[in-house]
């Protein structure tokens, strides 16, 4: 049976069919729908969310060594987080087959950088598998995890946003259950102290010659012979590309296993040929390791190593072709930039906390990433998960030390605080910081699209489990000062910041705890903050025009320049209330709406 | 690769594009068509710019299309229809639904809406605009505005020979299938 599947969903169909008992995953753009699509596996496999990557791929290990077939999927990034157990695990090898999903997003459409992932495997020494479309990512798992158990190593699976987001056919096939190996203790392959560690270094070498023998055969990386005055070779997305781009005007060498490279295959493709080009996205990872075997070829001389390919730019940059398109005239076409939701409940919270002055506000990554856009123009900084709580220590540390009439402050979202904003919050009680750390609780993980979490109450697979409570957990760290409150209520956070910033010789923390607005409530939810069932209206004999409501950025406020006042959009209006406690002429009000 | 049609849904997050270019998807598989169709997920979408590209053929490599390379782009709205202009083939067909949906920032006073978009873009293209949101509130249900844009699309790529009632019935809900058949039944008379 043949099926239209995104790449994540073909990922998720080819974890089923290659008998993958375990996965684990924290979300990240652009792979959060693969743990999402193996959890529907319920019968089969056992689907989890981790706190964060690192976790997510120290479980896999451990469900790998334990004798099951298992897979860990992050994005890009979050394969920093776990390169810790990823490089000691690359040197013990596996029991279960075990494969490892990185998502890389080049073009940055919900990332904070755009690095190209590829190098890992050669870093740490793993073979590596890159898909070009639905049906080959669908297939490379299945293949991963017999290259898995037969080289005896984690393999990566190396997708980018065009393919895990990307619909094409794929042709379904059984599921094949693997043998459970018997759990056997083995401290000569999994206990790595240095004694072993370096006898396992040794049998990593020996490895990767096999597997270099391995990439010269597989008919994962083949070749296609047409007109040979121009030979490309191409990985992933970037071969669809190519493909469209020269058709039958050039051969092929398509390289589906990426690490080790086919040096002899490359060699020989590249003799047959008048000109290589190498064609690949990001940077040049495989033509960088061509030309240092002496052998001829273009690539980034023609390419950049910003941002995603597309065939118009292969184009343009090998044949000198352009299409031709409609000229016209753009110049008043204006943006629609992602905004904060209405009724989100970080917006009061932003509001209130923008205003302050003398505060560096350090940001993290979530949906409060979006209050650094005007109008709310509120936090100072990002990096990466957890960063704000650290950075503001570290932030308040150089303050202090020059005498500084500044305060650091931390806003970090709930997934992110269990993610890795608890290890930073130890360092700012540890070292006597006296940093406020905000903690932005909406119950979820908002910005991937609303996962499960520590404090949710649920898993992934939909079992009730505990809660854990935030406040519960800063407190049992040490931290004494802790205020939980409704970030709706902006005289609420006003009293909370006053009172943080009173606080000038011990750590505080500020927990905003209301549900993220599309959230679906858990009985939980509706018991402790009752459903949605009111509106703001403007009245707009009442309303003077001052747009002192608009400053909350809420995409529910409409301005009418003509009449020179607001209105509010009922399909978006949940009734948070906020912009009706900044109008001064109390010209908003609330009325009960049905839902 | 020139048998491979190209067709763009443009909009804003929220309207349904991605609805439609799934029920338009699954139908061109059924055609026995290879089809490739992109998306891009990520950051909060909702209120912001949205586009499907939808590609088929004999046999399609790329899932996206480049400048100037659609057959067929159909407008969600109205100012969307500007922005990917650029898109469509000097020779390709615009199909717009005549209908605004201010930015947040223009909501906020800050950015002002392009004017005269409808006849600059009848100025460039071959434009056929449909009332689209009028002809789904007669039918009672303002948010099968996306099929009757999609039957509107249907009927100018010449692909309303195929079931496309039973596609229907395979991608929504139980509930709502009557409505959106005579929704994409309407979209077709447009053209």
């Known amino acids: ?595 | 690769m020139s048998t491979t049609k190209n067709i763009l849904l443009v909009g804003v997050g929220g309207q349904g594009t991605i609805t439609a270019s799934k029920i338009l998807s699954n139908g061109l598989v059924a055609h026995g068509y290879d089809v490739k169709m992109a998306e891009i997920h990520g950051m909060s979408q909702r209120g912001g710019s949205v586009v499907s590209q939808v590609r088929y053929g004999e046999e399609v490599h790329s899932p996206v299309i480049d400048k100037g390379d659609a057959d067929i782009i159909v407008a969600f709205e109205m100012m969307e229809a500007l922005r990917w202009l650029g898109h469509l083939k000097p020779t390709g067909k615009m199909v717009i639904n005549n209908y605004q949906l201010p930015s947040v920032r223009i909501n906020s006073g800050i950015d002002s809406y392009p004017q005269n978009i409808l006849e600059r873009i009848r100025e460039k293209a071959n434009t056929t605009v449909i009332d689209a949101s009028d002809i789904a509130k007669s039918l009672g249900n303002r948010r099968t505005m996306n099929v009757v844009l999609l039957g509107a699309l249907i009927k100018s790529m010449a692909l309303e020979d195929l079931n496309w009632e039973e596609i229907i019935r395979e991608n929504v809900k139980e509930a709502f299938v009557d409505i959106n058949i005579q929704a994409l039944s309407a979209g077709m008379k447009e053209i």
């Not at chain 1, 987080?81 to 997003?105: H, I, K």
């Not at chain 1, 505080?508 to 959230?519: D, N």
């Open chain 1, 1 to 595: 049976m043949k099926k239209l599947l995104t790449g994540n969903e073909a990922i998720a169909r080819g974890a089923y069919e290659g008998g993958i008992v375990y996965a684990s995953a924290y979300p990240g753009t652009p792979s959060t729908e693969i743990l999402e699509n193996i959890a529907l596996y319920k019968e089969d496999i056992i689907a989890e969310w981790a706190p964060n990557e690192k976790v997510a791929l120290e479980a896999v290990i451990g469900a790998s060594i334990a004798g099951g077939r298992a897979i860990a999927s992050m994005k890009h990034v979050g394969v920093n987080v776990a390169a810790d157990p990823l490089f000691t695990f690359a040197y013990t090898g596996v029991t279960g087959g075990t494969v490892l999903v990185t998502a890389d997003e080049p073009g940055m459409h919900s990332s904070q950088n755009e690095q190209d992932n590829r190098y890992y495997a050669r870093f740490s020494k793993i073979p590596m598998l890159e898909p070009s479309n639905s049906q080959e990512a669908k297939d490379m798992v299945v293949e991963a995890i017999r290259i898995s158990e037969t080289y005896d190593s984690l393999v990566l699976l190396r997708v980018t946003t065009r393919i895990c987001h990307s619909k094409s056919l794929v042709n379904l096939g059984d599921r094949v259950e693997g043998e459970k190996k018997p759990y056997t203790k083995q401290l000569d392959k999994f206990d790595a102290v240095p004694s072993t560690a370096r006898k396992l270094h040794a049998k990593v070498e020996k490895r990767l010659t096999a597997l270099e023998a391995f990439s010269n055969e597989t008919p994962l990386n083949f070749i296609e012979w047409h007109d040979k005055k121009i030979g490309v070779i191409a990985s992933g997305i970037s071969y669809e590309y190519a493909k469209e781009v020269f058709g039958d005007r050039a051969s092929y060498l398509k390289l589906g296993f990426t690490h080790p490279l086919p040096f002899k295959k490359i060699e020989d493709f590249a003799r047959e040929v008048e000109t290589l080009y190498v064609i690949e996205e990001l940077e040049p990872y495989i033509e960088e390791q061509i030309k240092s075997r002496g052998i001829h070829c273009i690539g980034k001389e023609r390419l950049s190593n910003q941002g995603e390919l597309s065939p118009e730019i292969i184009r343009s940059a090998f044949l000198e072709e352009k299409l031709e398109v409609i000229d016209y005239d753009a110049s008043d076409m204006v943006p629609r930039p992602p905004t904060l939701c209405a009724g989100c409940p970080h917006r009061g919270f932003y509001y209130e906390l923008g205003k302050r002055k003398n505060i560096m506000i350090n940001g993290d990554i979530g949906c409060y990433g979006l209050s650094g856009f005007e109008p709310l123009n509120a936090k100072d900084t990002t990096i990466c998960m957890g960063a704000s709580v650290s950075m503001a220590h570290g932030a308040q540390t150089i303050f202090n030390r020059y005498n500084e009439d500044m305060r650091a402050v931390a806003t970090i979202g709930d997934s992110t605080f269990f993610h890795t904003g608890m290890n930073s919050l130890l360092d700012v009680i540890y070292n006597r910081s006296n940093t406020i750390t905000c903690i932005l609780d909406n119950r979820i993980t908002g910005m991937t699209g609303h996962q499960d979490h520590p404090g949710t109450g649920y898993t992934l697979q939909g079992m009730p489990t505990t809660i854990v409570e935030i406040e519960d957990v800063v407190k049992a760290m040490g931290v004494k000062h802790v205020r939980v409150i409704n970030p709706h209520h902006l005289d609420e956070v006003n009293e909370a910041l006053d009172w943080a910033l009173a606080i000038d010789n011990e750590p505080s923390v500020i927990i905003t705890r209301y549900p993220c607005a599309l959230k679906k409530y858990s009985p939980q939810d509706l018991e402790e903050f009752g459903a949605i069932d009111s509106q703001c209206v403007v009245d707009e004999s009442t309303c003077i025009g001052c747009k002192k409501c608009l400053k909350t950025g809420c995409p529910a406020l409409i301005w009418h320049p003509e009449k020179r006042r607001v209105s509010i959009d009922t399909n978006q209006c949940v009734g948070c209330q906020v912009c009706l406690q900044t109008c001064p002429v109390n010209a908003i009000s609330v009325k009960g709406v049905a839902r």
